[in-house]
């Protein structure tokens, strides 16, 4: 990482923003000191407390993702307001004020487009999304590896608990919000029998919401024993490897499969296990892979349904932050994530999410 160089207009009345500007998989990043935005009508100034690293900042990172350049990667944060300018809400309605604790939309939405007229903001014909996009000269804090991020328009926002821990709440907007869509997608319902594939952050997420939500049976499927072990403690009623998990999909039911792994055997092995009347949400498959097969008359007469589910809208962000808030899997949640380093050690930071030592990696900003 290059340390500080300094961005051309800095004002001198307040502390400057710094961000890990990423240039691309040659250039890595650097930490530059940007001027505080001017916000226009209803943008929103946070101060982030604590960013966690997706897989798909590491993926990015790889240069496994293109992403336009350069860019402040990063998406799963939480943050204090420090500015607002007109007036802007979260989504049930209370006010945004300097002070008030919060968590954001992964995407931007206009709110008049046919797609989010029809029920899917988060793929808005003009979406803009957090740790996605080019630095412009307006919207310089556009992701979550700084110490500020810029809200623009559109933006949903959900206040988060004074008393969620941080590494809890983090990754709320993305880990936690797609799984919560995935699970409204399949119509996940109390008594269902489902089969969650893949335990990473995700799969460890549905696990303990598909409990909370009622699920009977969850069967979690990893090839790895470690993170079936985790299953068990986030509240699956039994877990497997991916040569089981047909024998135990037959026995305990699979009204609903989550597949989260994106592995095309998994993905396959969805399709496959899937009860009768049964709903399959793909999630994890989000690049290209090899083609999987099914055959359709079982899908006939099976009643079957497949929902793919990227994302999720503001909705399922405020019901992601309530499910963290008071499940009594919290403490397990936390313990996924190891004591935050600072944005200063970023580059130690992503070597230890590509090592994949735990399922989020933190970053502090103070
Ligand atoms: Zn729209
Ligand atoms: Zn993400």
């Given at each position: 990482?290059?340390?500080?160089?300094?961005?051309?207009?800095r004002?001198?009345?307040?502390?400057?923003?710094?961000?890990?500007?990423?240039?691309?998989?040659?250039?890595?990043?650097?930490?530059?000191?940007?001027?505080?935005?001017?916000?226009?009508?209803?943008?929103?100034?946070?101060r982030?407390e604590?960013?966690?690293?997706?897989?798909?900042?590491?993926?990015?990172?790889?240069?496994?993702r293109p992403?336009?350049?350069p860019?402040?990667?990063?998406?799963?944060?939480?943050?204090?307001?420090?500015?607002?300018?007109g007036?802007?809400?979260?989504?049930?309605?209370?006010?945004?004020?300097?002070?008030?604790?919060v968590?954001?939309?992964?995407?931007?939405?206009?709110?008049?487009?046919?797609?989010?007229?029809?029920?899917?903001?988060?793929?808005?014909?003009?979406?803009?999304?957090?740790?996605?996009?080019?630095?412009?000269?307006?919207?310089?804090?556009?992701?979550?590896?700084?110490?500020?991020?810029?809200?623009?328009?559109?933006?949903?926002?959900?206040?988060?608990?004074e008393?969620?821990?941080?590494?809890?709440?983090?990754?709320?907007?993305?880990?936690?919000?797609?799984?919560?869509?995935?699970?409204?997608?399949?119509?996940?319902?109390?008594?269902?029998s489902?089969?969650?594939?893949?335990?990473?952050?995700?799969?460890?997420?549905?696990?303990?919401?598909?409990?909370?939500?009622?699920?009977?049976?969850?069967?979690a499927?990893?090839?790895?024993?470690?993170?079936?072990?985790?299953?068990?403690?986030?509240?699956?009623?039994?877990?497997?490897g991916?040569?089981?998990?047909?024998?135990?999909?037959?026995?305990?039911?699979?009204d609903?499969?989550?597949?989260?792994?994106?592995?095309?055997?998994?993905?396959?092995?969805?399709?496959d296990?899937?009860?009768?009347?049964?709903?399959?949400?793909?999630?994890?498959?989000?690049?290209?892979?090899?083609?999987v097969?099914?055959?359709?008359?079982?899908?006939?007469?099976?009643?079957?349904?497949v929902?793919?589910?990227?994302?999720?809208t503001?909705d399922?962000?405020?019901?992601?932050?309530?499910?963290?808030?008071?499940?009594?899997?919290?403490?397990?949640?936390?313990d996924?994530?190891?004591?935050?380093?600072?944005?200063?050690?970023?580059?130690?930071?992503?070597?230890?999410?590509?090592?994949?030592?735990?399922?989020?990696?933190?970053?502090?900003?103070?």
């Amino acid at each position: 990482m290059t340390v500080p160089s300094t961005a051309s207009s800095r004002r001198s009345d307040a502390t400057p923003p710094l961000a890990a500007v990423w240039s691309g998989p040659d250039s890595g990043f650097a930490l530059v000191t940007q001027p505080r935005p001017e916000l226009a009508p209803g943008e929103v100034l946070v101060r982030i407390e604590l960013a966690t690293i997706c897989g798909s900042d590491v993926h990015t990172i790889s240069g496994d993702r293109p992403t336009p350049l350069p860019t402040v990667l990063g998406h799963e944060a939480v943050g204090v307001v420090e500015e607002v300018a007109g007036s802007v809400r979260t989504v049930d309605g209370r006010a945004v004020e300097p002070g008030l604790r919060v968590t954001w939309t992964i995407g931007t939405s206009c709110g008049s487009c046919r797609r989010c007229v029809r029920g899917v903001p988060q793929k808005c014909t003009s979406v803009r999304k957090y740790g996605h996009e080019a630095i412009t000269d307006h919207w310089r804090l556009n992701g979550g590896f700084a110490t500020h991020c810029h809200l623009v328009e559109g933006t949903g926002l959900v206040s988060v608990p004074e008393d969620l821990p941080a590494a809890v709440a983090a990754p709320a907007n993305c880990a936690t919000a797609t799984v919560v869509c995935a699970a409204r997608r399949a119509e996940l319902s109390a008594g269902d029998s489902v089969v969650v594939i893949g335990c990473g952050m995700l799969g460890l997420t549905a696990v303990a919401y598909a409990r909370e939500l009622g699920a009977e049976h969850v069967v979690a499927c990893d090839v790895d024993e470690s993170r079936r072990r985790l299953a068990l403690d986030f509240g699956a009623t039994a877990v497997c490897g991916p040569a089981e998990l047909l024998e135990h999909a037959e026995k305990y039911g699979a009204d609903v499969v989550i597949e989260l792994s994106g592995n095309s055997r998994a993905v396959q092995s969805a399709l496959d296990v899937v009860g009768l009347d049964g709903r399959v949400a793909l999630v994890g498959s989000v690049s290209p892979g090899p083609e999987v097969s099914f055959e359709p008359n079982t899908f006939v007469r099976n009643l079957s349904h497949v929902v793919g589910s990227h994302n999720y809208t503001v909705d399922d962000l405020a019901e992601a932050v309530r499910f963290l808030a008071q499940s009594p899997a919290q403490r397990l949640f936390a313990d996924l994530v190891p004591d935050a380093l600072p944005l200063s050690d970023l580059d130690a930071a992503v070597a230890a999410a590509r090592q994949g030592i735990a399922p989020r990696i933190a970053l502090r900003m103070g």
